[in-house]
């Protein structure tokens, strides 16, 4: 990657990768940020969505092979392997990207990620050899084949996310990408291909995932080849685990409002409600699983900025464009829940009765944007423990809500602890914020986009299923995605297309001030 040093001796990412037109004035780093932030910046979020999203893409033929049963099982077992890869991960990819951003931080880096594969296999070794306690008290019984793959899934996760953090802020996009698809497209595809070809058996499709992962870490650990750490370099990892650790528990509370849930029902409702929920979280979560992404994909370009003025200043621009953004997509996914239910799912699965679930975990993506921003705001000034306190909190509020109100709305009820811990973490992490630093509001008309967004993703729950309401649902889903597309050209100050330039800069220019 080609990179400049600033005034204050700080690297930065060139802007040229970004704008396609010129800018200038006081605020032409700003928005060339920004731009690339929604431009090159774009291609290494749509790698990480594409990992997270092959499972979504696949679900309709996954459901059908597997039944509600093994699904359900698999299911569970991906939320065993998320909180795994929180703890075993120990924060150490956003410790990469910050110490690779320090002058000379390349080797240093790479002897975090040699840090990060020592942690990762030591913590799932004990997982391991106490799984069958931990499995049992799932209700999953004792140590299944299923989970014990799973744990050596996560072990392998763990270590390329470390890898892949190095990968991105080197700006390394080939071999970031050959990482990426083979940890989701090829191992998707080896999943089926091994529960068609092997048997149709949860523990089957799981092996598919660990052994395209096993190849995935391979190749990362070849491009970004650990360093040894010496005794010298102690200071150092010391640092960098003072800024990771306390990730840990924001880490576990993330698994919490995003997969906890499921080992709830599975527990209280067993595993075919597991699988019912799981289709529809995952049209619901689409967004919020962007979101995720997007803090390991801009930090490197964030913890670059060294003028304070000019990272407060990004931070609540790309804000504020990511709030703009979702509108289009909350709306689209609110009317064209009854379309992508059917298609992600069997009659059996009992589609129609699902929508609710999806306008509920969609209207949660603007808290989520809204907390993500906050945490972006805290790391950049390397402020992880409110972090870790906000999220506990959330999780905790996450996992007594699921206890009380599952029994009482039942799938329902998983799917409204979910939006108000999201809500609630929001306000926590803008409180801890607040005292970093006081990011500008947004505009009026964004905040009423956003309402109109939320009213029109509930009012659509409520309309009809008949075909013919279908076939305008679908419609009305495709138009959102034309919206949002035209509104992402225009972010990243793409000016080929003309209908995108004539829809998107519009718009932007309304709900995102400084990017006209």
């Known amino acids: 990657m080609t990179r400049t040093t600033s005034a204050a001796g700080q690297l930065s990412t060139p802007p040229a990768h970004a704008s396609r037109e010129p800018v200038a004035g006081a605020d032409a780093p700003v928005v060339a940020t920004v731009r690339g932030m929604f431009g090159r910046d774009s291609i290494y979020l749509l790698l990480w969505v594409v990992q997270l999203g092959m499972a979504a893409l696949f679900t309709p033929v996954s459901t059908r092979l597997l039944g509600p049963v093994r699904f359900g099982l698999v299911a569970a077992s991906i939320a065993i392997m998320q909180v795994l890869v929180a703890v ?175 080992l709830v029902l599975q527990h209280d409702l067993g595993s075919a409600s597991v699988a019912r929920y799981a289709v529809a979280y995952n049209i619901g979560a689409i967004p919020i699983l962007a979101l995720g992404a997007l803090t390991t994909v801009w930090m490197p370009r964030v913890f670059a900025l060294a003028d304070a003025r000019v990272r407060n200043s990004v931070l609540a621009q790309s804000r504020d464009a990511v709030y703009a953004l979702l509108v289009p997509v909350v709306m689209g996914l609110g009317i064209g829940a009854p379309v992508l239910l059917h298609i992600w799912a069997p009659p059996i699965y009992a589609p129609n009765s ?95 986009a956003v309402a109109v967004a939320v009213a029109a993703a509930f009012g659509a729950v409520r309309l009809p299923v008949t075909s013919s309401f279908l076939v305008g649902r679908g419609v009305a889903g495709l138009v959102c995605a034309m919206v949002f597309g035209a509104m992402v050209l225009a972010l990243a100050g793409d000016t080929a297309l003309r209908p995108a330039r004539r829809i998107g800069r519009p718009l932007i220019s309304r709900l995102v001030l400084g990017m006209r």
């Not at 002897?111 to 799932?124: D, G």
């Not at 996310?161 to 090829?186: E, K």
């Open 354 to 448: 699902l929508r609710g679930i999806v306008a509920i975990i969609a209207v949660a993506s603007f808290a989520v944007a809204g907390g993500m921003s906050h945490t972006r705001t805290l790391l950049a000034a390397g402020r992880t423990v409110p972090v870790a306190v906000a999220g506990t909190l959330a999780a905790a509020l996450n996992l007594l809500l699921n206890l009380a109100l599952v029994p009482v709305l039942r799938l329902a009820g998983s799917a409204l602890a979910t939006l108000i811990s999201y809500m609630v973490l929001h306000a926590m992490l803008a409180a801890a914020a607040g005292t970093v630093t006081r990011l500008r509001m947004p505009r009026a008309a964004l905040l009423v």
């Open 88 to 262: 075993g991960g120990l924060g150490m990819q956003n410790a990469v990207q910050r110490r690779y951003a320090a002058p000379g931080g390349d080797r240093a880096a790479r002897r975090l990620v040699t840090v990060a594969i020592v942690i990762s296999l030591v913590i799932f070794a004990v997982a391991d050899l106490t799984g069958p306690v931990w499995s049992s008290a799932l209700g999953l019984g004792p140590y299944p084949l299923v989970v014990r793959y799973a744990v050596a899934w996560a072990a392998l996760t763990a270590i390329s996310n470390a890898a892949l953090g190095l990968l991105r802020s080197r700006d390394q996009l080939a071999p970031f990408a050959t990482v990426s698809l083979m940890q989701s497209v090829v191992a998707e595809g080896l999943s089926l291909a091994f529960v068609l070809l092997i048997q149709r058996r949860a523990h089957t499709y799981v092996l598919g995932q660990l052994v395209a992962q096993a190849g995935a870490v391979a190749v990362a650990l070849a491009v970004a080849r650990p360093l040894l750490v010496h005794r010298r370099d102690l200071r150092m990892v010391a640092d960098a685990l003072r800024f990771a650790v306390p990730l840990v528990p924001a880490l576990l509370a993330a698994f919490v409002l995003e997969a906890s849930d499921r």
